[in-house]
């Protein structure tokens, strides 16, 4: 069984910065990527960012340049590092890792960008 905790969401003003963070426990094997997604209300969850096992990015056409995805402890935690927040960036954002043969799905945290 494998658990993912995520925190960091709140409330920011237009042009801050946010900093979400996910650390899986419990039955980790080799884990394979970790990937940031978001749902913003009424639209199709999608991907932000990702973060292979060799440490290779990518990154949505949207968040490019302002998101940096990273990982840490023995690579079982994922950070998202976001500047420069547009209200469209409003959304709950989910962490997700990859093992070979399965994923998991963090709870989501909410993220809401105004002013």
């Known amino acids: 069984q494998v658990q993912l905790v995520e925190s960091g969401g709140g409330l920011v003003q237009p042009g801050g910065s946010l900093r979400l963070s996910c650390a899986a426990y419990g039955s980790i094997r080799t884990i394979n990527t970790m990937a940031w997604f978001r749902q913003a209300p009424g639209k199709q969850r999608e991907p932000v960012a990702s973060?292979?096992?060799?440490?290779?990015?990518t990154y949505a056409d949207s968040v490019k340049g302002r998101f940096t995805i990273s990982r840490y402890n023995a690579k079982t935690t994922v950070y998202l590092q976001m500047n420069s927040l547009k209200p469209e960036d409003t959304a709950v954002y989910y962490c997700?890792?990859?093992?070979?043969?399965?994923?998991?799905w963090g709870q989501g945290t909410q993220v809401t960008v105004s002013s």
């Open positions: 997700r890792i990859f093992f070979r043969y399965d994923n998991y």
């Open positions: 973060i292979t096992s060799g440490d290779s990015t």
